[in-house]
T-cell receptor, first 112, second 114 residues
Framework: DGGITQSPKYLFRKEGQNVTLSCEQNLNHDAMYWYRQDPGQGLRLIYY???????QKGDIAEGYSVSREKKESFPLTVTSAQKNPTAFYLC???????????FGNGTRLTVT | LAKTTQPISMDSYEGQEVNITCSHNNIATNDYITWYQQFPSQGPRFIIQ???TKVTNEVASLFIPADRKSSTLSLPRVSLSDTAVYYC???????????????FGQGTTLQVKP
């Protein structure tokens, strides 16, 4: 989706290092989301934010942290406390109400 | 827990109509039902959304019975390029407000054969 930029596309880190995944949007959407996807599995919700300066934990928030200082940006930090960080990470946005989610193209993180 | 249940996988042949059903017994009064398509190593893409009865767009139809406890995505005359994972997502209303918590189920892997 051209309105959501996730960078980088591929990211490699050594175990024990924190790493921050970027998600920027120019859709002027209020809500932003982070999902994790493991091979052959569905999407699992990590964190979400419905408004600037506010965010909530999803189902698998342990080992992750986020911030929402600007409407356009919702960076995700994968900390060393995350036991199995290697995965495909997807950022999404949503306008208000029942609007559908819009997804970025994802960042594939590999930790060795 | 996901609010939806779908078949894990389905097979079809080119040119056939494919119907994928999703169960959502605990759907909230204000929730809409949205279907997404995902190709490998890409983010899911919106296909169609509806609240009740039937919705049709240029790529699919969505059938929702009166009790809204299930929905069926219909893909007419599929091609090889329709091979993908399809997710049904129910909204996040609690009462009259969005909670924001959108939980995906496992999705249905559709394999279209020549």
């Amino acid at each position: 989706d051209g309105g959501i930029t996730q960078s980088p596309k591929y990211l490699f880190r050594k175990e024990g290092q924190n790493v921050t995944l970027s998600c920027e949007q120019n859709l002027n959407h209020d809500a932003m989301y982070w999902y994790r996807q493991d091979p052959g599995q569905g999407l699992r919700l990590i964190y979400y934010s419905q408004i600037v300066n506010d965010f909530q934990k999803g189902d698998i928030a342990e080992g992750y942290s986020v911030s929402r200082e600007k409407k356009e940006s919702f960076p995700l930090t994968v900390t060393s406390a995350q036991k199995n960080p290697t995965a495909f990470y997807l950022c999404a946005t949503r306008d208000r109400g029942n609007s559908p989610l819009h997804f970025g193209n994802g960042t594939r993180l590999t930790v060795t | 827990l996901a609010k939806t249940t779908q078949p894990i996988s389905m097979d079809s042949y080119e040119g056939q109509e494919v119907n994928i059903t999703c169960s959502h017994n605990n759907i909230a009064t204000n929730d809409y039902i949205t279907w997404y398509q995902q190709f490998p190593s890409q983010g899911p893409r919106f296909i169609i959304q509806g609240y009740k009865t039937k919705v049709t767009n240029e790529v699919a139809s969505l059938f929702i019975p009166a009790d809204r406890k299930s929905s069926t995505l219909s893909l007419p005359r599929v091609s090889l390029s329709d091979t993908a994972v399809y997710y049904c997502l129910v909204g996040d209303f609690h009462g009259s407000s969005n909670t924001g918590k959108l939980i995906f189920g496992q999705g249905t892997t559709l394999q279209v054969k020549p």
